[in-house]
């Protein structure tokens, strides 16, 4: 048996902690941890798109987000009722 000393809120109480010494039971882990990979795929990182900043991954062809600069999304501004809707604590917003 082991005591220990836990302090709780200004008092101090000792518990004891029993010890299972039973060391010959199989761990219901072992089967999961046996099946686990070794090592991992991992693809390599390359820079993002130098046109419009998106994130390449290996091996995606080149262009496929923006096709090299030749289309721009638009960045519209949100419309202030939205923005309030998603912001407010009224009851139409908690509503939405």
């Not at 220990?4 to 010959?24: F, G, L, S």
């Not at 882990?29 to 991954?57: E, Q, R, W």
């Not at 501004?77 to 908690?94: C, G, V």
Request: proline share 7%; charged share 30%.
């Amino acid at each position: 048996m082991i005591t220990q000393i836990v302090t709780e809120w200004e008092t101090e109480v000792e518990i004891e902690i029993k010890e299972d010494k039973d060391y010959n039971k199989p761990d219901p882990y072992d089967d999961v941890y046996k099946k686990m990979p070794k090592s991992t795929h991992m693809l390599k990182t390359i820079p993002n798109c130098k046109f419009c900043g998106a994130k390449k991954f290996q091996y995606e062809s080149a262009g496929l987000c923006c096709k090299k600069g030749k289309v721009k999304l638009a960045n519209p501004e949100t419309p202030p009722e939205l923005m309030r809707l998603w912001t407010s604590n009224e009851s139409d917003a908690t509503y939405f």
